[in-house]
């Protein structure tokens, strides 16, 4: 997305592009759709060896980046991780490792903080329905039961749920906000595996039935935390529209590409008006899309004050937009791109979950609206 990269971003995203052709090409992924867990082998180790889990955890607790902004380092990799539709969490590690690096971690919890940026296990963050008010609770709530909490509801649609040994449990507690930590096996807990149109990710819907969780799972300050659960929406949404832009770029390419090499009544397709015209309105609406995300990850690395308006400004623009430019490709493509076989639809199907996910295009919008008032 970035016009200009230092040399030491340019070196983070040679290396990340490289590291994908080798572990984990396109046809990997297709031979993975059908697996439990939709991940090569080895493959979460070989990504923390390059950093993918700490870039936004300070060095002195394990982490580091390569350019000093964490966040545009991570926007880099999310936007290659879309290029070529990598599975296994990414945008959620790194929403729980920054909310454990900010927090102050407990030493149980500094612990699994640093087991996240090796790799060695996976965290996913449930923030409750997406649909809800930013600072609802989003049907799960916390409950003082002497000195432990308990944690009641149901939240849908969890990135990598499946996957994931431990949870961020975002939950509301009277008129604020709780955040715990919470592993998978927890008595009461359950998670269900969702079938999603993205056959690439896995999901889960994940219930707590009366989960009873200690007080050294809460992670920072016992409500309070609006702004932190804030700011964990504002890092997920720029990292999942930032590999939305990943796989649109790749997407239209495949188009622009192939509108000049089919023929038909002895010339390229691309050389008739009327696809010229739809391509040309792609290619805005793509360069759009663009400038707005790299805008939205600006401003989050800086924590401007309007930082949440331009990530939901990003997150509805490019949400509604990358699905348009899908369909626009398939009109070019014709019957072959409804196969599959082609990888259109792969393209299709990210492209769409990321539109739901942290909020849809809707949601943001209204969200913007309440912020003036409206």
């Not at 990799?77 to 290029?83: L, P, Q, S, V, Y």
């Amino acid at each position: 997305m970035e016009l200009t990269l230092t040399s030491d971003q340019e070196l983070l995203r040679e290396s990340t592009s490289r590291f994908i052709a080798g572990r984990c090409p396109l046809t990997t992924v297709r031979g993975l759709v059908d697996s439990h867990t939709g991940v090569p082998e080895g493959y979460l180790r070989a990504a923390a060896d390059l950093g993918w889990f700490a870039l936004m955890v300070p060095e002195e607790q394990g982490g580091g980046n390569v350019s000093g902004d964490g966040v545009r380092d991570a926007a880099l990799i999310a936007e290659e991780r879309g290029r070529a539709l990598q599975p296994g969490p990414f945008v959620s590690m790194n929403v729980v490792a920054a909310a454990l690096a900010a927090s102050g971690p407990t030493e149980a919890q500094a612990a699994l903080l640093a087991a996240l940026c090796r790799g060695e296990t996976v965290a996913t963050w449930v923030p409750g329905d997406a649909t809800a008010d930013a600072g609802a609770d989003g049907g799960i709530t916390a409950t003082p039961a002497g000195r432990d909490f308990e944690l009641s509801g149901q939240a849908d649609l969890v990135q990598d749920g499946t996957l994931a040994d431990w949870l961020l449990v975002t939950a509301g507690s009277g008129d604020d906000l709780c955040q715990f930590l919470v592993r998978v096996v927890t008595p009461g807990l359950s998670v269900v595996p969702m079938s999603g149109h993205d056959i690439t990710q896995r999901f889960a819907a994940v219930t707590f039935d009366r989960v009873r969780v200690p007080t050294g799972s809460v992670v920072g300050e016992r409500g309070g935390c609006r702004r932190v659960v804030e700011r964990q929406l504002q890092l997920a949404c720029v990292l999942s529209t930032a590999e939305t832009i990943g796989a649109m770029d790749v997407l239209f390419e495949m188009t622009r590409a192939y509108a000049t090499e089919r023929t038909a009544f002895g010339r390229a397709i691309g050389s008739f008006q009327a696809v010229k015209h739809q391509l040309a309105d792609m290619s805005l609406s793509l360069e759009a899309g663009k400038a707005i995300a790299v805008a939205a990850v600006r401003a989050v690395q800086a924590e401007q004050h309007d930082a949440g308006e331009i990530v939901s400004m990003a997150k509805a623009w490019v949400g509604d937009t990358g699905i348009d430019i899908a369909q626009g490709c398939f009109q070019i493509f014709g019957g072959i791109g409804y196969t599959w076989e082609h990888d259109l639809h792969l393209f299709l199907r990210r492209i769409t979950m990321n539109s739901l996910l942290f909020g849809q295009p809707d949601w943001h919008r209204e969200r913007i609206c309440r912020m003036h008032g409206l």
